[in-house]
C-alpha cells in the first residue's frame, strides 16, 4: 500500500468517523516515516479538523507542521501562572510563523479561582490546578477538531517511552499524532540550529522544560531535563498527555 493509497482508505474510514480503525493503519504504516510525512498525512486525512497544541517553550512543531499546512490552528493554553518570556514567545510566533494561534483561557480567572478555592492552589494541590487551568481548557479547544498534533517524544521521560506516532486519544475520542515522537534531543537540537526555530529565551538560563512559573525552577547541569518541573511535588505530567 502507497501513502497515497494509504489516504484514500483513511479518508474513506472518516466518513464513517472510523477514527480507530485510522489509528491502527496510520500507527503501523507511519512508524519509520520522517516527521514531515507524518504531517503530511494528518493534513490530507483531516484538513481544517487538524490542530496542534503548543505551550510556546518553542517554535519547533510549529516551524515543521506551518511548513507543510499552513495556516493551522494552533492552540496556547493561557493558563494565567505563565513567564512573561513564554508570552512573549506567543506574541513572537504569531508574527514569524504562518499560523493561526488561538489563545485558550481557563473557565476562572486567577483571581476567581483563589476566591473560590484558595490561594497557590498549584502548590496544595498541583493536580486539580493543572486540570483546571490546563487539561479542562484544552479539553474544550479541541472540540471542533478529529485530530491534534502533539511534540511529545519517547526520550523525554519514562511516562512518554510507549508513545507512538499516531495514537487514539481515548480520553477525548479523537486522534492524536507526534510527528517527532522517535526523536532524540541530538535530533531537536540540529533542526532547530539549522532552521532557526524561534525559541523561548528561557531556555539560555537553564530552564530546558517550560511551564507554569510557580511550579517550574532552573534545572542544575547533569538533573534531568523535566527534573525543574513540578520539583518536590512527587509529579511529573500534568494530564494533557495522560
Not at 88 to 107: E, F, K, L
Not at 217 to 236: H, I, L, N, Y
Request: with cysteine.
Amino acid at each position: 500500500m502507497t501513502l497515497v493509497d494509504l489516504e484514500v482508505t483513511l479518508r474513506e474510514q472518516r466518513g464513517t468517523l472510523d477514527l480507530q480503525a485510522i489509528v491502527e493503519s496510520a500507527a503501523v504504516f507511519l512508524e519509520d516515516a520522517p516527521a514531515r510525512e507524518i504531517i503530511r498525512w494528518a493534513a490530507a486525512t483531516f484538513g481544517d479538523r487538524l490542530c496542534l497544541t503548543s505551550s510556546m517553550s518553542d517554535a519547533l512543531l510549529i516551524d515543521l507542521v506551518s511548513r507543510v499546512k499552513p495556516g493551522v490552528d494552533v492552540l496556547f493554553i493561557d493558563t494565567g501562572y505563565h513567564f512573561a518570556e513564554t508570552i512573549g514567545t506567543r506574541d513572537a510566533v504569531q508574527q514569524v510563523y504562518d499560523v493561526n494561534v488561538i489563545n485558550v483561557q481557563p473557565s476562572r480567572t486567577v483571581g476567581e479561582q483563589e476566591r473560590d478555592l484558595g490561594p497557590r492552589l498549584f502548590g496544595r494541590n498541583p493536580d486539580l490546578c493543572c486540570y483546571l487551568r490546563k487539561v479542562e481548557p484544552l479539553n474544550r479547544a479541541l472540540e471542533p477538531y478529529l485530530a491534534w498534533i502533539s511534540g511529545i517524544r519517547r526520550d523525554e521521560s519514562p511516562t512518554r517511552t510507549g508513545t507512538r506516532v499516531v495514537e487514539w486519544d481515548a480520553k477525548r475520542q479523537m486522534v492524536k499524532v507526534n510527528p517527532i515522537a522517535r526523536w532524540t534531543q541530538d535530533d531537536v537540537d540540529n533542526y532547530m540550529s539549522d532552521n532557526g526555530v524561534l525559541i523561548n529565551p528561557l531556555h539560555y538560563d537553564n530552564y530546558p522544560s517550560i511551564g507554569c512559573a510557580p511550579c517550574t525552577r532552573q534545572v542544575a547541569d547533569g538533573e534531568d531535563p523535566r527534573s525543574g518541573r513540578w520539583s518536590g511535588m512527587g509529579k511529573t505530567e500534568c494530564g494533557i498527555h495522560l
